[in-house]
């Protein structure tokens, strides 16, 4: 029995002709450039995420990239980020001229890591030194504290941008009283949230897209500017912005696919807890396969089941011999890779990001897979690690 990390076409035979349908209506219109099917996007995202606005753009990137763009971050400023993220998150901040400051990982997490952010921030406290603007990643599909986050960057007087690519539909607890029972979505407690529509997230379209929300009238009113050569009206530019809208093919996609987001997050959360009772089955030691931890307060959405091991490439070549399918999220950290080699890191600098990078593996988590699979992907592990 095959099993893939990611089964869309399961996914898509389910709906194949509710998204047949919308994609006809705009094929009919002739509109595909923004336009109602986006706006009506925008709507039902922000109505998700409890925000007053939200602004369709091109891909998850753009998202992070025109964020950025409208909090005027430019050559030199510093940006604190993760260096244990996919690329884009990096990229943005060099692509505007800026310097990415990269902070460790928690390793339960693999979120920012809270004290050591704090600790950076005490230590340079000169002017010179105070970087512009926080960027936290809610990697695989749980957020990072946000409410200790926040009160940290309002402290130091940093902007936030949330990278919520893998994240749409997390949620935190910030009260626990009864007259205190608030959550936080990702993407909107920061001053700027991102999100990805790449096909394989959670929520993803028939190619590229992303979204960009925020509670700040005046924010939101730049990254509709900026995403459109920032043009409030034709060939009337106010700022220099960038070519980044979203194609209606893809928001009337994405509409569909909406309404069955919450049912698809429940079935990772299935599996995610079948998972951790098929590996309690195995008696594997904790040293050997290490599960991931959902933290009190938060719900996770689990866009990635991802495990540490030890002998992690060994085991992805057992994997995939037994016609497994398999990922690593992410094999070399930002502060090694070779076009940051200017900024000066070294290996060790970033303990827990490199011992990620060399023990995670993600394991197949999509709502449509089976329990027989699960226990076909357990007993292969299981089958590895025995004497």
């Given at each position: 029995m095959k099993v893939p990390l990611l089964d869309l076409k399961a996914q898509y035979r389910k709906i194949r002709e509710e998204i047949n349908g919308e994609i006809q209506k705009v094929l009919e219109s002739q509109f595909f450039i923004l336009g109602p099917m986006v706006e009506a996007l925008e709507r039902e995202i922000a109505a998700d995420?409890?925000?007053?606005?939200?602004?369709?753009?091109?891909?998850?990137?753009?998202?992070?990239?025109?964020?950025?763009?409208?909090?005027?971050?430019?050559?030199?400023?510093?940006?604190?980020?993760?260096?244990?993220?996919?690329?884009?998150?990096?990229?943005?901040i060099s692509r505007l001229g800026a310097v990415p400051v990269f902070i460790d990982i928690d390793p339960v997490t693999y979120n920012l890591d809270l004290n050591r952010?704090?600790?950076?921030?005490?230590?340079?406290?000169?002017?010179?030194?105070?970087?512009?603007v926080v960027m936290p990643v809610h990697l695989f599909g749980q957020m990072t504290d946000m409410k200790v986050l926040m009160e940290v960057?309002?402290?130091?007087?940093?902007?936030?941008?949330?990278?919520?690519?893998?994240?749409?539909?997390?949620r935190q607890k910030v009260g626990f009283a009864a007259a205190q029972n608030e959550e936080w979505m990702a993407g909107?407690?920061?001053?700027?949230?991102?999100?990805?529509?790449?096909?394989?997230?959670?929520?993803?379209?028939?190619?590229?897209?992303?979204?960009?929300?925020?509670?700040?009238?005046?924010?939101?009113?730049?990254?509709?500017?900026?995403?459109?050569?920032g043009s409030k009206s034709k060939y009337e530019h106010d700022l220099i912005g960038i070519n980044?809208?979203?194609?209606?093919?893809?928001?009337?996609?994405?509409r569909v696919k909406r309404k069955y987001l919450h049912r698809w997050t429940e079935g990772r959360r299935r599996n995610a807890d079948r998972y951790r009772a098929l590996?309690?089955?195995?008696?594997?030691?904790?040293?050997?396969?290490?599960?991931?931890?959902?933290?009190?307060?938060?719900?996770?959405?689990?866009?990635?089941?991802?495990?540490?091991v030890k002998d992690r490439d060994a085991l992805r070549e057992h994997l995939r011999k037994e016609e497994i399918g398999t990922e690593?999220?992410?094999?070399?950290?930002?502060?090694?890779?070779?076009?940051?080699?200017?900024?000066?890191?070294?290996?060790?600098?970033?303990?827990?990001?490199?011992?990620a990078a060399r023990e995670v593996l993600a394991l197949p988590i999509f709502p449509e897979l089976t329990l027989a699979q699960q226990r076909r992907v357990v007993r292969a592990i299981a089958d590895f690690y025995s004497p």
């Open positions: 995420c409890g925000v007053p606005h939200a602004i369709g753009v091109a891909s998850g990137t753009d998202a992070l990239l025109l964020s950025l763009m409208a909090l005027k971050v430019k050559p030199g400023d510093r940006v604190i980020t993760v260096p244990f993220t996919f690329f884009a998150t990096g990229g943005v952010l704090e600790d950076f921030l005490r230590k340079n406290r000169r002017a010179a030194k105070v970087p512009k960057s309002r402290r130091f007087g940093l902007r936030v941008v949330e990278d919520a690519a893998q994240a749409l539909g997390a909107a407690a920061g001053d700027l949230g991102c999100f990805s529509f790449f096909p394989s997230k959670n929520l993803g379209g028939f190619g590229d897209g992303g979204m960009v929300i925020t509670r700040d009238e005046t924010l939101a009113c730049k990254v509709r500017l900026l995403r459109v050569h980044s809208r979203l194609d209606a093919l893809q928001a009337a996609v994405l590996f309690r089955e195995t008696k594997i030691r904790d040293s050997l396969v290490s599960l991931p931890r959902e933290q009190k307060g938060f719900y996770h959405i689990y866009n990635q089941f991802v495990i540490r690593v999220y992410y094999p070399i950290p930002l502060h090694l890779q070779e076009c940051y080699r200017h900024l000066g890191y070294h290996p060790g600098d970033l303990p827990e990001s490199e011992r």
